[in-house]
């Protein structure tokens, strides 16, 4: 069975080492063994790298990832965890809407200043407000 040193899969995965040695101490992965001072790892530490990367990419703590990677380093879904952090991103995808179109109008916008702009001004409510939220629709011919 071919090995692959801690050198190989960091350069393979594009992390450093000193993650594939954090990642170990949190248990989401295990070397099987060492030549000399170097971990060696099955080639499928790959595989779970990639649905660690997958996981944290999409939001999930290291944590939610160890719950969801069975021992064996197979995925162990949880389609409910899955279906909520779906949601949790619908949320968040609304969110960078609204910011989006804010920088939009805070650079079209007419107004001689921001501070001018009704636009601008409800979106400095809602941000100390903690609301986050600008109105959707830009108000054609007003700033």
């Known amino acids: ?7 190989e899969v960091a350069h393979r995965a594009g992390v450093p080492a000193s993650t594939l040695r954090f990642y170990e101490e949190k248990g989401l992965i295990a070397p099987t063994g060492r030549r000399g001072l170097r971990r060696q790892y099955d080639p499928g530490v790959l595989e779970r790298l990639a649905l660690i990367t997958l996981g944290r990419t999409a939001g999930f703590s290291l944590d939610e990832i160890a719950r969801m990677l069975a021992p064996d380093g197979r995925p162990r879904i949880d389609r409910p965890m899955l279906a909520a952090k779906a ?40 941000a ?3 609301a986050g939220a600008m109105p959707r629709k830009r108000i054609q011919g007003s700033p």
Do not use: N, Q, W
């Not at 069975?1 to 050198?7: S, V």
């Open 128 to 130: 100390v407000s903690g």
């Open 1 to 7: 069975m071919t090995h692959l040193d801690i050198a």
């Open 87 to 126: 949601e949790e991103l619908d949320g968040r995808i609304r969110e960078l809407g609204v910011l989006r179109d804010s920088l939009r109008h805070a650079a079209d916008c007419p107004a001689p200043s921001h501070l001018e702009c009704p636009t601008f001004r409800r979106l400095l409510e809602a």
